[in-house]
């Protein structure tokens, strides 16, 4: 795909969201029922992340909506794996435990769900996960088959009015009072850039839905749900909810996750993508973390068209937890707990934040972080200690889950910080490959994006006001203590987690040296990295500071170094406030292949335009370096004046100026008088 094809697309697709967010009506309205309306209650809940414990009051919260609507559907949206440590020592089954006593009607897959994939040479513990599960599992749009734990858990009868517990379907039909109600479920389809799927496939959801749809109709069904776990307004070059409803005709309602979106009221779509009216599509999503329980009450008329809804988000936290429930949960709390609450000897000095924007100016997925330096800085240190000619770290945002508090740091802290249990890996990357793996970190910026990377060992200037792909200014990486520019020519080593090294994130370069050999697993764990470096190479005292390692230059040129006579204590360096100042030169782009020995034209053709501007920069910066070295060589000779001399003399020559100018007007204005 050529360069201009996909920013075309993307910008279609940024479009297409635009359109939708223009004609969605987020409030609620319950029509007054008539005879011929069918009534449907539907709870809901996405992104539980292994937060086991809110889940006895989640029970509550269940059984009282079913004390009011006994036929209520329950929906899980995905995303039930990774996050916290019950996830981390039992795999989802202790979530599952307490699943199995709410009686789902279905789930859909989240891209965690996909997170142990390359660990297990498959996703042995999904299958686990999905053969004890007392409900059945939604995959529209996704392949299992190559998978071999998976495959065997694919019901033959895709579309089924009598789903099975523990298998996977395209779509399930529920009767509800009477009527029939169509359920299918859709994954985003960067999983395979976001988690580990190996060999697992994921469809076009827009093909998807549509088959589905179409599948429904075809037995007579017009009331459908979409479970989806591909982001309400996220990604719109990938696919999202709002983009979905203004895609495919027939979809009533969408249950939505994956962007972790709070709508304390539904959001309805009535527009195509093309402005045109449509049948209304409901959209709904509960935020994350087993916090909320969504209730959805919609009405449909005679047609099966949706004519009146209702939602709201039921705060967990208010309910008493279920006691059966409690009893389950104890039986994997006293083990996380036993591990959560051991010190590991290091103290933090003060709160670490791990901020996210709408909480923050800043953000750990766009900005420089503390807590991103501190685990770049541990990443850095322990790969060195197996191979010392180790040069950058790199850790994607994304990655990076949870704040430490000030205090003593427990293990279960740590790990709540790094909780996807990531083999640290060694790349060898050529300077021109680094280059291309930092303009694909800050595409979005200033907007979040899980692939923006925490960096230690180098410190770069990048300018967000560029187009994706030629925004990075200047690179620089630390040798011997002082930062000296990359050399696009030149092989460095840069450790950075396996999901980022074999691709993860989209990250191509990375994949490709995967391919080629050339990333090596060094026998480390991260988060056992990350409690060893505070203890042993900081003695325990953990206070981490922001060093200017990560700059957006917003449309301003990078600060040029202080003169030599000016930065004699070589504080600049110190402090990190001149990135890249050494002459705005620190990439070289004259060579416009950057990154092309994969023969790809998306880079080559960024790059060359990258190329361009850069010329025409260092053309102009040469011209003024050549007036200024001119005029250093004039002052050799002579003394140079102090600033403020120079600055009266210009004053005094241009107030002659302004008064002769002025004698000339008066005396003009009598010679014409007389």
Same mark, same amino acid.
Request: no cysteine; hydrophobic share 35%; proline share 4%.
């Given at each position: 795909?050529?360069?201009?094809?996909?920013?075309?697309?993307?910008?279609?697709?940024?479009?297409?969201?635009?359109?939708?967010?223009?004609?969605?009506?987020?409030?609620?309205?319950?029509?007054?029922?008539?005879?011929?309306?069918?009534?449907?209650?539907?709870?809901?809940?996405?992104?539980?992340?292994?937060?086991?414990?809110?889940?006895?009051?989640?029970?509550?919260?269940?059984?009282?909506?079913?004390?009011?609507?006994?036929?209520?559907?329950?929906?899980?949206?995905?995303?039930?794996?990774?996050?916290?440590?019950?996830?981390?020592?039992?795999?989802?089954?202790?979530?599952? $435990?307490?699943?199995?006593?709410?009686?789902?009607?279905?789930?859909?897959?989240?891209?965690?769900?996909?997170?142990?994939?390359?660990?297990?040479?498959?996703?042995?513990?999904?299958?686990?996960?999905?053969?004890?599960?007392?409900?059945?599992?939604?995959?529209?749009?996704?392949?299992?088959?190559?998978?071999?734990?998976?495959?065997?858990?694919?019901?033959?009868?895709?579309?089924?009015?009598?789903?099975?517990?523990?298998?996977?379907?395209?779509?399930?039909?529920?009767?509800?009072?009477?009527?029939?109600?169509?359920?299918?479920?859709?994954?985003?389809?960067?999983?395979?850039?976001?988690?580990?799927?190996?060999?697992?496939?994921?469809?076009?959801?827009?093909?998807?839905?549509?088959? $589905?749809?179409?599948?429904?109709?075809?037995?007579?069904?017009?009331?459908?749900? $979409?479970?989806?776990?591909?982001?309400?307004?996220?990604?719109?070059?990938?696919?999202?909810?709002?983009?979905?409803?203004?895609?495919?005709?027939?979809?009533?309602?969408?249950?939505?996750?994956?962007?972790?979106?709070?709508?304390?009221?539904?959001?309805?779509?009535?527009?195509?993508?093309?402005?045109?009216?449509?049948?209304?599509?409901?959209?709904?999503?509960?935020?994350?973390?087993?916090?909320?329980?969504?209730?959805?009450?919609?009405?449909?008329?005679?047609?099966?068209?949706?004519?009146?809804?209702?939602?709201?988000?039921?705060?967990?936290?208010?309910?008493?937890?279920?006691?059966? $429930?409690?009893?389950?949960?104890?039986?994997?709390?006293?083990?996380?707990?036993?591990?959560?609450?051991?010190?590991?000897?290091?103290?933090?000095?003060?709160?670490?934040?791990?901020?996210?924007?709408?909480?923050?100016?800043?953000?750990?997925?766009?900005?420089?972080?503390?807590?991103?330096?501190?685990?770049?800085?541990?990443?850095?240190?322990?790969?060195?200690?197996?191979?010392?000619?180790?040069?950058?770290?790199?850790?994607?945002?994304?990655?990076?889950?949870?704040?430490?508090?000030?205090?003593?740091?427990?293990?279960?802290?740590?790990?709540?910080?790094?909780?996807?249990?990531?083999?640290?890996?060694?790349?060898?990357?050529?300077?021109?490959?680094?280059?291309?793996?930092?303009?694909?970190?800050?595409?979005?910026?200033?907007?979040?994006?899980?692939?923006?990377?925490?960096?230690?060992?180098?410190?770069?200037?990048?300018?967000?006001?560029?187009?994706?792909?030629?925004?990075?200014?200047?690179?620089?990486?630390?040798?011997?203590?002082?930062?000296?520019?990359?050399?696009?020519?030149?092989?460095?080593?840069?450790?950075?987690?396996?999901?980022?090294?074999?691709?993860?994130?989209?990250?191509?370069?990375?994949?490709?040296?995967?391919?080629?050999?050339?990333?090596?697993?060094?026998?480390?764990?991260?988060?056992?990295?990350?409690?060893?470096?505070?203890?042993?190479?900081?003695?325990?005292?953990?206070?981490?500071?922001?060093?200017?390692?990560?700059?957006?230059?917003?449309?301003?040129?990078?600060?040029?170094?202080?003169?030599?006579?000016?930065?004699?204590?070589?504080?600049?360096?110190?402090?990190?406030?001149?990135?890249?100042?050494?002459?705005?030169?620190?990439?070289?782009?004259?060579?416009?292949?950057?990154?092309?020995?994969?023969?790809?034209?998306?880079?080559?053709?960024?790059?060359?335009?990258?190329?361009?501007?850069?010329?025409?920069?260092?053309?102009?910066?040469?011209?003024?370096?050549?007036?200024?070295?001119?005029?250093?060589?004039?002052?050799?000779?002579?003394?140079?004046?102090?600033?403020?001399?120079?600055?009266?003399?210009?004053?005094?020559?241009?107030?002659?100026?302004?008064?002769?100018?002025?004698?000339?007007?008066?005396?003009?204005?009598?010679?014409?008088?007389?």
């Amino acid at each position: 795909m050529t360069s201009n094809k996909r920013f075309g697309f993307s910008f279609r697709m940024v479009a297409i969201s635009v359109l939708v967010l223009t004609i969605v009506l987020p409030t609620s309205t319950l029509a007054v029922e008539d005879d011929s309306d069918f009534s449907l209650t539907i709870m809901h809940m996405n992104d539980t992340h292994a937060h086991v414990e809110p889940l006895p009051q989640m029970l509550t919260a269940i059984k009282e909506v079913r004390a009011e609507n006994p036929d209520a559907l329950l929906l899980h949206a995905g995303d039930v794996f990774s996050g916290t440590l019950y996830f981390n020592q039992f795999h989802g089954q202790a979530d599952l $435990a307490l699943l199995n006593m709410m009686d789902f009607d279905a789930m859909v897959f989240g891209n965690h769900e996909f997170d142990l994939g390359s660990g297990e040479d498959g996703h042995e513990s999904l299958s686990k996960f999905v053969e004890e599960a007392q409900f059945p599992f939604l995959g529209t749009n996704i392949d299992f088959s190559g998978d071999p734990f998976m495959a065997s858990y694919i019901n033959e009868n895709i579309f089924t009015d009598s789903p099975d517990n523990g298998s996977v379907y395209d779509g399930i039909i529920k009767e509800v009072n009477g009527e029939q109600v169509g359920i299918f479920g859709l994954t985003t389809e960067d999983t395979a850039n976001i988690s580990s799927p190996v060999n697992v496939q994921f469809l076009n959801y827009i093909e998807e839905a549509e088959r $589905a749809v179409a599948a429904f109709e075809e037995q007579g069904v017009d009331k459908i749900i $979409a479970l989806n776990h591909i982001g309400y307004d996220s990604t719109p070059d990938i696919g999202n909810d709002l983009q979905l409803a203004a895609s495919v005709d027939g979809i009533d309602v969408i249950v939505g996750g994956h962007s972790h979106t709070k709508l304390d009221e539904p959001t309805i779509v009535s527009t195509d993508k093309n402005g045109t009216e449509k049948d209304p599509t409901v959209i709904v999503q509960a935020h994350q973390y087993a916090q909320l329980l969504g209730k959805l009450d919609v009405n449909f008329d005679e047609n099966g068209v949706v004519v009146g809804y209702d939602g709201q988000l039921i705060d967990i936290n208010e309910k008493e937890a279920d006691p059966e $429930a409690e009893e389950v949960l104890s039986s994997y709390k006293e083990e996380v707990d036993e591990l959560t609450n051991q010190e590991t000897g290091a103290v933090a000095m003060k709160d670490i934040p791990n901020p996210r924007l709408g909480d923050s100016e800043v953000s750990v997925r766009a900005n420089e972080t503390e807590l991103g330096n501190l685990i770049t800085d541990a990443m850095l240190a322990k790969a060195r200690e197996k191979n010392p000619e180790v040069v950058i770290a790199m850790q994607n945002g994304g990655g990076i889950r949870a704040a430490i508090d000030e205090g003593p740091i427990t293990v279960g802290e740590v790990i709540a910080v790094l909780p996807f249990g990531n083999d640290p890996v060694v790349a060898e990357l050529s300077g021109a490959e680094i280059k291309e793996i930092l303009e694909h970190s800050v595409r979005q910026a200033p907007a979040e994006s899980g692939g923006f990377l925490q960096v230690a060992g180098m410190k770069f200037n990048y300018d967000s006001t560029k187009e994706p792909g030629s925004r990075i200014v200047t690179m620089e990486v630390e040798m011997d203590g002082e930062y000296e520019d990359i050399d696009l020519d030149q092989s460095y080593l840069v450790t950075t987690n396996n999901f980022t090294g074999k691709g993860g994130d989209g990250f191509e370069v990375f994949a490709q040296a995967y391919d080629e050999g050339r990333v090596r697993d060094i026998g480390e764990i991260d988060w056992e990295q990350l409690r060893d470096y505070m203890v042993e190479d900081l003695g325990g005292e953990v206070d981490p500071v922001i060093e200017g390692r990560i700059n957006d230059l917003l449309g301003e040129e990078p600060e040029a170094p202080e003169k030599p006579e000016d930065d004699n204590d070589g504080s600049s360096d110190e402090e990190g406030q001149d990135d890249g100042g050494d002459s705005g030169e620190g990439i070289d782009d004259n060579g416009s292949n950057v990154g092309s020995d994969d023969g790809k034209n998306t880079e080559e053709d960024t790059d060359k335009v990258g190329s361009e501007e850069k010329n025409d920069q260092e053309t102009s910066e040469d011209s003024n370096k050549e007036a200024s070295s001119a005029e250093g060589s004039n002052q050799e000779e002579g003394e140079r004046l102090p600033d403020t001399a120079t600055n009266i003399y210009t004053f005094l020559l241009l107030g002659a100026i302004i008064l002769i100018i002025g004698v000339g007007v008066l005396v003009y204005k009598k010679v014409k008088l007389s």
